[in-house]
């Protein structure tokens, strides 16, 4: 059995007892609503974009220390990307998390992000780090609908 103790590194502790940029965006122009069933996972994802870079991101909701910090992590790596490179940083993000073999430069890319590699390891969790991340995604596609991971 890998070790619990592993997956919650200092710095997804940290995140989920002071996340950052957590506040609804009054200038979002797109915002999607995720929810996780399995965990009970609940957040609204705000983006404020402006050409094709988004200029601000925030996020408000309730969830387990993973996808609090994962959520959390997003909007700092995010705010001032393109939506391609959001959208790309998601698909690394989620080999990542699921034991997918990774390219190389991919965990470069990710930089802070890959202290949730430990994820794979506990498939049940998988769904609780990309929540913010579906949610985000649904965001940028418009989807007005909540966003569900079952
Ligand atoms: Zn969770």
């Not at 506040?23 to 996780?36: D, F, P």
């Not at 994962?70 to 790309?88: D, R, V, W």
């Not at 930089?111 to 990309?130: D, I, Q």
Request: aromatic residues 8%; proline residues 3%; hydrophobic residues 35%.
């Amino acid at each position: 059995m890998p070790d619990l103790r592993d997956l919650y590194q200092d710095v997804i502790l940290e995140h989920s007892k002071a996340p950052r940029n957590f506040r609804e965006l009054s200038a979002a122009n797109h915002k999607a609503e995720g929810y996780n069933p399995l965990c009970g996972d609940h957040f609204t994802v705000y983006v404020d974009i402006d050409g094709d870079s988004i200029r601000d991101i925030g996020f408000q909701g309730s969830g387990c220390a993973i996808s609090k910090a994962s959520a959390s992590m997003m909007t700092q790596i995010l705010k001032g990307k393109s939506t391609a490179e959001a959208e790309q940083l998601f698909a690394r993000f989620h080999k990542l998390v699921t034991g997918a073999p990774t390219a190389n430069g991919d965990q470069t890319e990710l930089g802070k992000l890959a202290v949730f590699s430990g994820v794979s390891e506990f498939p049940v969790r998988v769904k609780c780090a990309t929540l913010a991340w579906h949610t985000l995604h649904a965001a940028l596609e418009g989807k007005q609908q909540t966003v569900s991971t079952e």
